[in-house]
């Protein structure tokens, strides 16, 4: 279009029918008399030049100039001198508001949801360099189909960044680029399955879409307890059906636990033991504070641990690029195209690529873990001066804490911090199964139910997509809900008993 300030309609249907309902420029003057009536042609939109639309139709330009002339003599259109004819603004119908959107999603004032990295400080220039410069060293074939187990510079710029930063053992072949943790775990599953696995075990509690993708591709989830060390990879061994595990061992998620050293020994005796395979969720480990980072437990056993990752927690969750790290024999089947999995565009894998080429991503990384541990500081302190005597834990990495409940129950807090516009999440929410109820647990051994109801009533609040200005604000309100769900539930409590008593 000449003028592309306002909807070009170039690419409007046009019904036209067939010359049984009339001459071919009475036609065209129905057709795009009902477009633009019926607000598929926007107002102000610029038709297409006469000579054009005659050409696309197959017509002579006589058929457009009368189509447009008898739609100018009735008002839907406007032909000014030098300018392309227009849809005249009073010509479209204004659309219909809704009273209520129904489908309206909540943004709270304070959102406290543990899992979002601080997307303010996404580097938007520097990726949109890096994407300007990707598209245009792209070559045609890599403009073509991409490879299903990624784009090799990538493979071979994170498979170096791995063995450097996180302590990994592997190469390049190694790596397979995938579209995010949760699809290396789709693509894992069904390689898996073709291999007789039936179970896959998972820490509870944890993130509840891992136990959903599991089950979705036909293996049955079983629940395995997280104490203060961790995976109780004792009662991993009371599965015997199970060969594989997911596991976050540098940070777990929600507990904040690190998988104990003695416990990484154990989990990889197992594994060996088994023939099996570990699945290492490394969501948020370079994001640690108050020592050095652990290192990958991949390192330790690569022919028996997966390495999974992504920068959904690093740099944004939009980006959806991940990467499988696995042993040599799952590696190929992994990458196949008939396991199914969609590998990130072929332009963002390059622009990445050039992020990790640059240093960018090791700058930005060193920039987000010296303001996640500001704002972690920075909270804790307002808990502490808010709410002294609520004890905190989990806080040694990530951007998610657990802050544990007493005298009210963690639901309650919950839909009293929602009156307040805070939106929180109960740690009982990533919790597969009650403590009794485990199917790792034996009668008359209290092991399992001990590791799973040590927490008890807690919230886990993330604060990685909290504004700074934003934590008092957010810690008076979490202060207020709890109050309110303290005497909320000993109103309940005191109106039980005296039930009782009346009995």
């Known amino acids: 279009m000449g003028d592309d300030r306002t909807d070009p309609a170039w690419g409007t249907f046009l019904e036209l029918g067939g010359p049984a309902d009339g001459p071919l420029h009475v036609r065209l003057s129905r057709a795009l008399r009902a477009a633009v009536t019926g607000g598929r042609?926007?107002?102000?939109?610029?038709?297409?030049?006469?000579?054009?639309?005659?050409?696309?139709?197959?017509?002579?330009?006589?058929?457009?100039?009368?189509?447009?002339?008898?739609?100018?003599?009735?008002?839907?259109?406007?032909?000014?001198?030098?300018?392309?004819?227009?849809?005249?603004?009073?010509?479209?119908?204004?659309?219909?508001?809704?009273?209520?959107?129904?489908?309206?999603?909540?943004?709270?004032?304070?959102?406290?949801?543990?899992?979002?990295?601080?997307?303010?400080?996404?580097?938007?220039?520097?990726?949109?360099?890096a994407v300007r410069e990707a598209t245009g060293a792209l070559t045609w074939g890599e403009l073509?189909?991409?490879?299903?187990?990624?784009l090799a510079r990538l493979r071979q710029r994170l498979a170096a960044?791995?063995?450097?930063?996180?302590?990994?053992?592997?190469?390049?072949?190694?790596?397979?680029?995938?579209?995010g943790t949760l699809d290396a775990v789709r693509r894992l599953c069904r390689v898996l399955r073709t291999e007789g696995h039936t179970h896959m075990a998972l820490e509870d509690p944890g993130w509840s879409r891992l136990s959903a993708t599991v089950g979705a591709e036909g293996l049955v989830p079983v629940p395995v307890p997280v104490d203060g060390d961790g995976l109780r990879v004792d009662l991993l061994r009371r599965a015997p059906q199970v060969r594989s595990v997911i596991v976050a061992p540098a940070h777990q998620f929600p507990?904040?636990?690190?998988?104990?050293?003695?416990?990484?020994?154990?989990?990889?005796?197992?594994?060996?033991?088994?023939?099996?395979?570990v699945l290492e969720d490394d969501y948020d480990a370079e994001f640690r504070y108050d020592r050095h980072p652990v290192g990958a437990l991949q390192g330790m056993a690569p022919e028996h641990v997966a390495l999974l990752g992504s920068v959904s927690k690093t740099l944004s969750p939009a980006l959806r690029i991940g990467w499988a790290v696995t042993p040599p024999r799952w590696t190929e089947a992994l990458g196949a195209e008939h396991v199914g999995g969609v590998p990130p565009p072929v332009i963002d894998q390059e622009a990445f690529a050039r992020f990790l080429a640059r240093g960018s991503y090791d700058r930005y990384l060193r920039a987000a873990r010296l303001r996640y541990k500001r704002r972690r500081d920075h909270l804790m302190g307002e808990l502490a001066a808010s709410l002294p005597g609520f004890q905190v834990s989990g806080a040694a990495a990530g951007f998610h804490l657990l802050l544990s409940l007493t005298d009210c129950s963690a639901p309650t807090v919950v839909r009293e911090a929602a009156r307040r516009d805070v939106r929180l999440a109960d740690l009982d929410a990533y919790r597969m199964a009650r403590a009794e109820h485990h199917p790792t647990a034996r009668a008359g051994d209290s092991g399992g139910a001990r590791a799973v109801a040590a927490a008890g009533p807690a919230l886990v609040l993330g604060y990685g997509n909290l504004a700074d200005h934003a934590v008092p604000g957010a810690v008076?309100?979490?202060?207020?809900?709890?109050?309110?769900?303290?005497?909320?539930?000993?109103?309940?409590?005191d109106a039980g008993r005296a039930g009782e008593r009346a009995d």
């Open 144 to 150: 073509g189909y991409p490879d299903p187990a990624g």
């Open 161 to 179: 960044y791995l063995v450097r930063g996180r302590g990994a053992s592997l190469e390049a072949r190694q790596l397979v680029v995938c579209a």
């Open 255 to 277: 507990t904040g636990v690190v998988l104990a050293p003695a416990r990484r020994g154990e989990l990889v005796a197992w594994a060996r033991e088994v023939d099996g395979l």
């Open 41 to 129: 042609i926007a107002s102000g939109s610029a038709l297409p030049p006469s000579r054009a639309l005659a050409a696309d139709l197959g017509c002579s330009r006589w058929v457009v100039t009368e189509a447009y002339a008898q739609l100018v003599a009735e008002g839907y259109l406007e032909a000014r001198s030098g300018s392309a004819t227009r849809v005249r603004a009073q010509a479209v119908p204004a659309p219909v508001t809704p009273e209520a959107d129904v489908g309206t999603r909540w943004e709270p004032e304070f959102d406290m949801l543990p899992g979002i990295p601080d997307l303010r400080a996404f580097p938007r220039g520097r990726w949109a360099d």
């Open 476 to 493: 008076r309100r979490l202060a207020q809900a709890i109050d309110t769900a303290r005497r909320h539930d000993r109103r309940h409590v």
